[in-house]
């Protein structure tokens, strides 16, 4: 099985700020990479897949890149609504896998 | 729009099952590749089980392979997962997920999830 590694676990930061998710795959999963947002009591949300691609309708100050084994999510400019749980996911190979979630809170 | 509406959870005793059930509208079903995806309580998300859109083709994460099934009838637009021989570690909240093209499965819509409760 393909294990995901998300750093940090968690993350203060402001408004404003630039937030930066990494998540590390145990072996090369090319572009098959997914991010999905998460708030208190509701489903995922997709935010981006085959690494880079931003679903549609999601704002464009989330971007993702990098392929192979890692991988970053970054956030331009945290805004009041970003503040979640964020997952990324594996979609090379099953069993699919998650990474563990980086919650993003308020400093 | 799309929808996702399950049902079928609720508190069974260990050793028992439940049918979850995922209604499915506002896209075409029967291409749509469909998964079930769970959270613990205040845990992350664990893929569960996936199903192709003629559901010729099934998958399942080791941890239910042989106790949970996946199924789908595309005449009723709907989606299935039977349970059996449950175990307190699959009490979580499950989500019926759409993949969003057939072979690459990333979720782009999700419902908004029915909780099971295993417990005596």
């Known amino acids: 099985d393909i294990q995901m590694t998300q750093s940090p676990s968690s993350v203060s930061a402001s408004v404003g700020d630039r937030v930066t998710i990494t998540c590390r795959a145990s072996q090369g999963i090319s572009s098959w990479l997914a991010w999905y947002q998460q708030k208190p009591g509701k489903a995922p949300k997709l935010l981006i897949y085959?690494?880079?691609t931003l679903q549609r309708g999601v704002p464009s100050r989330f971007s993702g890149s990098g392929s192979g084994t890692d991988f970053t999510l970054t956030i331009s400019s945290l805004q009041p609504e970003d503040f979640a749980t964020y997952y990324c996911?594996?979609?090379?190979?099953?069993?699919?896998?998650f990474g563990g979630g980086t919650k993003v809170e308020i400093k | 729009e799309v929808q996702l509406l399950e049902s079928g959870g609720g508190l069974v005793q260990p050793g028992g099952s439940l049918r979850l059930s995922c209604a499915a509208s506002g896209f075409t079903f029967s291409t749509s590749a469909m998964s079930w995806v769970r959270q613990a309580p205040g845990k992350g998300l664990q893929w569960v089980s996936s199903i192709s859109g003629s559901g010729g083709s099934t998958y399942y994460a080791d941890s239910v392979r042989g106790r949970f099934t996946i199924s789908r009838d595309n005449s009723k637009n709907t989606l299935y997962l039977q349970m059996n021989s449950l175990r307190a570690e699959d009490t979580a909240v499950y989500f019926c997920?759409?993949?969003?093209?057939?072979?690459?499965?990333?979720?782009?819509?999700w419902g908004q999830g029915t909780l099971v409760t295993v417990s005596s």
């Open positions: 997920a759409k993949v969003i093209v057939a072979g690459s499965y990333y979720f782009d819509y």
């Open positions: 996911q594996q979609a090379n190979s099953f069993p699919l896998t």
């Open positions: 085959a690494a880079s």
